[in-house]
Structures are given as structure tokens and as C-alpha cells.
């Protein structure tokens, strides 16, 4: 059974961080590109992160420079450090592990970001 748990959400204040981990069981991880999403409310989601097998990164225009998304193999985990977040970073992260067969979701955690 292919799991993906996401933790690390929380309420933080403007130009505060968190780190959210995502760890991975019952898939061969390593072969896994990897990918951290996120929904706002009435929003579609979108792609804020992604790593490739070979820990290629890309990101959206809106968390350049803020947002690093990393991957450790042997825990089967994918980081993603979020800084100097704004209110409009508020949404439901989710991880996202895409191989040769179907996508995998975790069921996400909530990022808000208010004073």
C-alpha cells in the first residue's frame, strides 16, 4: 500500500518559515520524481515544486528564491523549506510522487500565513 504523509504545515507570520516533509512508503522512492503542490480555497492547485530521480529541481515564478525543495533516498522523504512566506502562500500542500504508473497524493497539510 503506497502511502505519502505530509507534516510540517502550521499558522506562521509574515517572512516566517516552515519546513514540510513528506515521507514515502511501499513505493521505490529513489525512482520517484517527487513534487510539493498546494490548493487555496477557490483556487485550482498548482505546482509550486518539483525534484527529479536525479534531484533536478524547478519551481513557480511566485516562490523563486524562496522555496527549496530537496529529497533524501534513504529516508524516502522530499523537503520542501519555504522562507520569507507571504499571506498569499496560504493553501493545503500536497505531495506528489509521479513514476512510469500512476501519480500518488498525499492527503496534505494545511500552510497558513497570517498576523
Known amino acids: 500500500q503506497v502511502q505519502l504523509v505530509e507534516s510540517g504545515g502550521g499558522l506562521v507570520q509574515p517572512g516566517g518559515s516552515l519546513r514540510l516533509s513528506c515521507a514515502a512508503s511501499?513505493?521505490?522512492?529513489?525512482?520517484?520524481?517527487m513534487a510539493w503542490y498546494r490548493q487555496a480555497p477557490g483556487k485550482q492547485r498548482e505546482l509550486v515544486a518539483g525534484?527529479?530521480?536525479?534531484?533536478?529541481?524547478n519551481y513557480a515564478d511566485s516562490v523563486k528564491g524562496r522555496f527549496t525543495i530537496s529529497r533524501d533516498n534513504a529516508k524516502s522523504t522530499v523537503y520542501l523549506q519555504m522562507n520569507s512566506l507571504k499571506p498569499e502562500d496560504t493553501a493545503v500542500y500536497l505531495c506528489?510522487?509521479?513514476?512510469?504508473?500512476?501519480?500518488?497524493w498525499g492527503q496534505g497539510t494545511q500552510v497558513t500565513v497570517s498576523s
Open positions: 511501499g513505493i521505490m522512492f529513489s525512482i520517484y520524481a
Open positions: 506528489n510522487a509521479r513514476g512510469l504508473g500512476p501519480d500518488y
Open positions: 525534484i527529479t530521480r536525479g534531484s533536478s529541481t
